[in-house]
């Protein structure tokens, strides 16, 4: 009889160890979030529009979640290597994307060997703001308003050429678009960016561009640029006065696009860590000081939650990809 009982007392002693174990595996797995310095990684150089939303970013976040965020500039190859380390960094949520719409949708057409896919090894965690875009004009273009400019580009063929930030982009669509739509003949002059593009149109070296609010904002105040109209379903905040090209009767798709500037985890990332990091993001993004500061950059602030945010990357792509294509562009 004492031989049974021991043994039972062995058998259930196993049993409790089996358990406590499985706990500390668990526990182990399940390491509370964050336990250590996150980061947010942008795909273009310091100083940009998308390196100082992710700064303003981190710091509020660093403060809600108890450690430091800290912003890494991954740059190079039209935004390829930044998404995909954070494609490729643990699911754990410690590293994070930053990144405008290109890297994460346009790309998939203008590559064809991405190292990452944005529909399966990134998911959605919040649109922090949304960057407007404006039709702007050198003043010497005897245009002012979109069916004026249409008129004036079709009276001289081959005379007016649209700069963009590179080959496919927003500008370059909509330069295809406007040929392809009413028999014009422009030309398309792509830059390195959206400076050196902003620069020659002061200039007067390119008459036309679709670029962002942020950047051509300050040129349009200081009268060295006019604007005709902006895309999207409303008029932009921090041009109240330009209409946009829905109300001047052009409804077409690629005048309707909006970018995101959005923050994104590896697609491995637990469900929790991404409420969490929604949560917080969004509470960020809605103080009245924050939101200022995105305002003041020309964005208008998002901070919607990671369901919301992954429902409107769904709608946005296709449309993006679509409109990519009409380019006919290949870089690789």
Same mark, same amino acid.
């Given at each position: 009889m004492t031989t049974s009982k021991n043994g039972l007392g062995r058998a259930l002693g196993a049993g409790a160890a089996l358990v406590l174990a499985a706990g500390a /595996? /668990? @526990? @182990?797995t399940e390491a509370p979030f964050?336990?250590?310095p996150v980061r947010i990684i942008v795909q273009y150089q310091a100083g940009g529009s998308t390196d100082i939303l992710a700064r303003l970013v981190a710091e509020g976040l660093s403060k809600r979640l108890?450690?430091? !965020?800290?912003? &890494?500039?991954?740059s190079g190859a039209g935004g390829i290597i930044g998404t995909d380390y954070v494609a490729k960094s643990p699911p754990d949520g410690h590293t994070l994307l930053l990144t405008v719409p290109g890297p994460v949708t346009a790309n998939l057409v203008l590559y064809s060997k991405l190292p990452y896919d944005p529909r399966t090894d990134l998911r959605m965690?919040?649109?922090?703001a949304t960057t407007r875009t404006v039709l702007a004009v050198h003043p010497s273009?005897? @245009?002012t308003d979109f069916k004026s400019l249409i008129a004036a580009a079709k009276a001289a063929p081959g005379k007016y050429s649209m700069g963009s930030w590179g080959p496919g982009t927003q500008p370059h669509q909509v330069q295809v678009y406007m040929d392809k739509a009413y028999g014009l003949q422009t030309m398309? !002059?792509?830059y390195k960016g959206e400076s050196p593009m902003a620069i020659d149109l002061i200039g007067g070296v390119i008459q036309m561009t679709v670029g962002s609010v942020t950047t051509l904002q300050p040129y349009i105040k200081a009268g060295k640029l006019r604007p005709l109209a902006v895309a999207g379903p409303r008029r932009a905040r921090a041009l109240p006065d330009v209409p946009t090209f829905a109300e001047q009767g052009y409804a077409d798709e690629v005048y309707a696009m909006t970018g995101p500037t959005s923050l994104m985890a590896p697609a491995k990332t637990p469900d929790a860590v991404i409420e969490r990091l929604g949560r917080e993001v969004s @509470?960020? !993004?809605r103080q009245? &000081?924050?939101s200022r500061r995105i305002e003041e950059l020309g964005a208008e602030p998002v901070g919607n939650l990671p369901p919301e945010a992954a429902a409107a990357y769904k709608a946005f792509l296709p449309v993006t990809l679509k409109l990519t294509q009409a380019t006919g562009v290949k870089l690789d």
């Amino acid at each position: 009889m004492t031989t049974s009982k021991n043994g039972l007392g062995r058998a259930l002693g196993a049993g409790a160890a089996l358990v406590l174990a499985a706990g500390a /595996a /668990a @526990a @182990a797995t399940e390491a509370p979030f964050p336990s250590k310095p996150v980061r947010i990684i942008v795909q273009y150089q310091a100083g940009g529009s998308t390196d100082i939303l992710a700064r303003l970013v981190a710091e509020g976040l660093s403060k809600r979640l108890g450690q430091p !965020v800290v912003v &890494e500039n991954r740059s190079g190859a039209g935004g390829i290597i930044g998404t995909d380390y954070v494609a490729k960094s643990p699911p754990d949520g410690h590293t994070l994307l930053l990144t405008v719409p290109g890297p994460v949708t346009a790309n998939l057409v203008l590559y064809s060997k991405l190292p990452y896919d944005p529909r399966t090894d990134l998911r959605m965690v919040s649109d922090i703001a949304t960057t407007r875009t404006v039709l702007a004009v050198h003043p010497s273009v005897p @245009a002012t308003d979109f069916k004026s400019l249409i008129a004036a580009a079709k009276a001289a063929p081959g005379k007016y050429s649209m700069g963009s930030w590179g080959p496919g982009t927003q500008p370059h669509q909509v330069q295809v678009y406007m040929d392809k739509a009413y028999g014009l003949q422009t030309m398309h !002059v792509p830059y390195k960016g959206e400076s050196p593009m902003a620069i020659d149109l002061i200039g007067g070296v390119i008459q036309m561009t679709v670029g962002s609010v942020t950047t051509l904002q300050p040129y349009i105040k200081a009268g060295k640029l006019r604007p005709l109209a902006v895309a999207g379903p409303r008029r932009a905040r921090a041009l109240p006065d330009v209409p946009t090209f829905a109300e001047q009767g052009y409804a077409d798709e690629v005048y309707a696009m909006t970018g995101p500037t959005s923050l994104m985890a590896p697609a491995k990332t637990p469900d929790a860590v991404i409420e969490r990091l929604g949560r917080e993001v969004s @509470a960020v !993004v809605r103080q009245p &000081e924050v939101s200022r500061r995105i305002e003041e950059l020309g964005a208008e602030p998002v901070g919607n939650l990671p369901p919301e945010a992954a429902a409107a990357y769904k709608a946005f792509l296709p449309v993006t990809l679509k409109l990519t294509q009409a380019t006919g562009v290949k870089l690789d």
